[in-house]
């Protein structure tokens, strides 16, 4: 019997390691910092997109939002007025492009900087993450890294990306507005990584309830016909 | 309400036909089984049940799935750009995108715990190695198609997962570059690649349902083992499949899809390990993600293949890995089938569980010196396990096992 | 427990579980045929927008609807004139067979024109006989187009595959293979030179 245990706690202490190392930072630098991200939150998420527009889309693109999908999903749900103020030329059906090519991005800051529709999936911490690194522009404690290029919480410490939120060295005063608009764009960042992640989670709440209900059913009658058999 | 439908009109047309009544009696309803089954006999069910929803998720993700590496915006892709169409744009697409990649790890979950009790119990034994031989065939052909299925999302992972493993085979003495260059169709793993490992993940999930009918004939020849291990020789012993284990197995599906659901509906990613992080990530030739790790359910493999220090060494035994399971049913030449009766083997076993869960966990890990060794260690015992089998039925005192049930 | 009691639980759950997954596999249908239903790009190209002031007057242009070709001709007052006079010749003369249920702005007035703006004829391009995109040829009479169109011939278009005929409201005419006038699609103008189809 004592292999048996030993089986059972390997595979109960294999589960809680797989876990905890996904998430916790993986030992990959400091925990992250965590941000207010509500997805069901049609203001946060219209703040986060305000922000996107304004600051992130000097540089980035999110080319997998079209403008239309702007009106269409009902957790942004902007009007045609205001999407037509947004895309300027553009057609409602293209996506959300930055002015900036590749080439330029490349050559101003080192690397290209990437498009962000899947941004918050394609980053451990997600949107803890993508709000660390906003909130993360500090002095290097070692006075290697200079001042705009060291982030607490990027690996390796040193981030292509100059401070868009102008965090480092920012008035006390101000602190609370950064924040709220560094969560409120990893917000928007978090909704358009997986638009249709509150319907699958309203749908998900239904199939739940059906399938207790199937396995109840269907136990029952399992033991019903089961009473035949002398077992 | 089966035997309803069978006194019809209609059915007496079509069993006049094609012989139908007796089939349905000889598997189904007078196609005796074991009556002391225990639920580690749903997983062959259920792996079934698996199949056929990758299939059929399959089949409608490729009415969208376009399998082309030409760029289209930045670092997308056709290919990278289609997967996210299907997940924003396609009505529903997001749910059978998400049941596939889900379904991929549970027909993983689901045949690994139908190969345990395979191990424990003893079912690759006299008469039925034939069966645990055609199983096996059945995981190389999964790991295949698992492993093709991965590449088409076109992501970091996908990319970089696909030119390690084909590398492997590059190793190999004289054929191994030829070998390379006609899986990668090219030098490096790029647009060719791509597309034919499309035409051969369609390809591989047909062949097994052809090759999992051989698997259920197999089994019909030669009736399932028991918990006991023991022949069955007295009829009181048996029971009809249909209706007993036709519910019992309704009932194993009902709470199968529980979990399943649990994980497409409220954690598709599950942690990273059944989408993976990187993956989110489109491929780039140029940089190597910093932690390369195949998906969960081949890590095993993946530890056994980084133990030794010749690459070639590695390959090899990572397939020699895989070939001792066919040569099981001939290592093990003890007469008893069960754990339950073997006190020797059963500690061998539990310890075999316990070494492909830590090879699992090396395989995900970052290689350290020390879980380098810990992969070692496991990779030794892999094989011990299997080795020493040939001498312990001569050693092993064996319970005395029951007349019947 | 009674054989009974036992019998009418177990054909109870039976019919309980029947239900329940007759239920679930319906449920499981539907994202299935669902996800086969045009996709939410495919259906936002649904609509086309085109600024109808760039057609120069007695100009045909063919601009793309769903994926299907559209006429968008500027008629001028003669043409318009040439609308008169001949509606024994046509099969629906009224648009009755089709658009009579489905376009509100089409006025006992307006029937003739076929068109919001009288100038603006905007019609799927596509001969109701079999899809061809029919031929145009305005001026009536045959002095430009010879026997090709017939001796009253009041002007319009002339398909090439089967010789369908139709006016310059694209009105069928007898005679014709094809069975209805070409289709008006449901349009409407969101400025005074912009229109939106679809």
């Known amino acids: 019997m004592k292999l048996k245990q030993l089986f059972i706690a390997t595979g109960a202490l294999a589960a809680a390691l797989f876990a905890n190392t996904a998430m916790a930072n993986e030992g990959h630098g400091p925990a992250l910092k965590h941000a207010e991200v509500n997805v069901t939150d049609q203001e946060q998420i219209r703040r986060g997109l305000t922000v996107f527009s304004d600051v992130c889309m000097g540089c980035h693109s999110a080319t997998y939002v079209t403008y239309k999908d702007l009106m269409d999903y009902p957790e942004i749900g902007l009007t045609r007025e205001q999407v037509d103020e947004l895309r300027g030329d553009h057609a409602l059906t293209e996506g959300m492009r930055t002015g900036l090519s590749p080439e330029d991005g490349e050559a101003s800051y080192g690397k290209t900087p990437p498009d962000l529709s899947l941004i918050v999936a394609a980053r451990r911490g997600g949107a803890n993450y993508v709000y660390s690194i906003l909130t993360g522009f500090e002095h290097d404690p070692a006075g290697k890294i200079p001042d705009g290029s060291f982030n607490e919480f990027f690996p390796g410490n040193r981030i292509a990306m100059p401070d868009p939120l102008a965090w480092l060295d920012h008035d006390e005063a101000d602190t609370a507005q950064l924040e709220q608009d560094a969560q409120d764009v990893s917000a928007f960042l978090a909704f358009i990584a997986d638009p249709h992640q509150n319907e699958r989670r309203a749908i998900g709440c239904w199939v739940m309830g059906f399938l207790l209900l199937l396995t109840l059913v269907l136990w029952r009658l399992k033991v019903e016909v089961w009473k035949d058999v002398k077992h | 309400m089966l035997n309803t439908i069978m006194k019809t009109k209609l059915f007496g047309w079509v069993d006049r036909r094609t012989g139908a009544e007796a089939i349905i009696k000889s598997q189904l309803t007078e196609y005796p089984a074991p009556k002391n089954l225990n639920y580690m006999w749903n997983f062959g069910s259920l792996a ?286 003890s007469k008893v089938r069960s754990a339950r009766y073997r006190p020797v083997f059963k500690q061998m076993v539990y310890l075999f569980f316990v070494t492909v869960i830590v090879l699992g966990y090396c395989g995900h890990s970052a290689p350290t010196p020390t879980l380098k060794l810990v992969g070692q260690i496991a990779t030794t015992y892999y094989f011990a396990f299997f080795l020493l089998l040939l001498v312990v039925p001569k050693f092993e005192k064996t319970k005395p096992e029951p007349e019947g049930i | 427990m009674t054989e009974k009691a036992n019998e009418s639980r177990r054909n109870f759950l039976y019919l309980a579980a029947g239900g329940l997954g007759g239920v679930a596999a319906g449920a499981a249908a539907v994202p299935f045929i669902g996800s086969m239903f045009p996709a939410a790009d495919t259906m936002a190209a649904s609509k086309t927008e085109y600024d109808v002031s760039t057609v120069a007057e007695g100009q045909l242009v063919v601009i793309q609807w769903q994926g299907k070709p559209v006429f968008v001709t500027n008629r001028t007052p003669e043409l318009l004139k040439q609308l008169d006079g001949h509606d024994e010749m046509l099969k629906d003369p009224n648009s009755e067979a089709i658009e009579g249920v489905s376009a509100p702005w089409m006025t006992a007035e307006n029937r003739k024109y076929r068109s919001i703006k009288p100038e603006y004829l905007i019609v799927v391009a596509s001969c109701t006989h079999l899809g061809c995109i029919p031929g145009y040829k305005p001026s009536a009479g045959r002095a430009e187009w010879g026997d090709s169109v017939p001796e009253n011939w009041p002007g319009g278009w002339h398909c090439p595959c089967h010789g369908s005929l139709y006016d310059l409201s694209a009105r069928v005419i007898n005679g014709s293979p094809a069975p209805h006038n070409l289709h008006v699609m449901p349009y409407e103008y969101t400025s005074d030179t912009s229109v939106v189809i679809g």
């Open chain 2, 48 to 333: 079934l049940l698996v199949l056929v929803l990758q299939i059929v998720t399959g089949i409608f993700l490729a009415m969208y799935y376009k399998p082309s590496a030409a760029f289209t915006y930045g670092a997308y892709t056709v290919a990278f750009d289609s997967v996210e169409r299907i997940m924003r744009d396609v009505n529903f697409g997001w749910l059978i995108r998400y049941m596939h990649a889900v379904g991929a790890s549970a027909f993983f979950v689901v045949v690994y715990m139908h190969i345990g009790r395979g191990l424990y119990y003893g079912s690759y034994k006299e008469p039925r190695e034939l069966l645990w031989i055609i199983g096996v065939v059945i995981l190389l052909i999964m790991q295949g198609s698992a492993f093709f299925g991965y590449l088409l999302p076109w992501g970091q992972m996908s990319f970089w997962g696909a030119t390690v493993i084909t590398e492997l085979f590059g190793a190999l003495p004289v054929i191994g570059e030829y070998l390379q260059q006609l899986l990668r169709g090219g030098f490096a793993v790029g647009d060719p690649t791509l597309n034919r490992f499309f035409s051969l993940h369609y390809l591989f999930p047909l062949l097994l349902a052809a090759i999992v009918g051989g698997h259920i004939h197999a089994l019909h020849v030669v009736h399932s083992n028991n918990p006991e291990g023991i022949d069955l020789t007295k009829p009181e012993e048996k029971i009809m499949f249909h209706p007993y284990y036709t519910v019992k197995d309704a009932f194993g599906v009902a709470v199968f899809l529980l979990g399943y659901c649990y994980f497409v509906f409220f954690n598709p990613q599950a942690w990273g390990y059944f989408i993976e992080v990187d993956n989110y990530v489109p491929a780039n030739n140029l940089s190597t993600p910093a932690h390369i790790a195949p998906v969960w359910y081949l890590t095993p493999w993946y530890t056994i293949l980084r133990s030794f220090e010749s690459k070639l060494l590695g390959v090899i035994m990572m397939g020699a890995s895989l070939a001792i399971l066919f040569a099981l049913p001939f290592l093990d030449r």
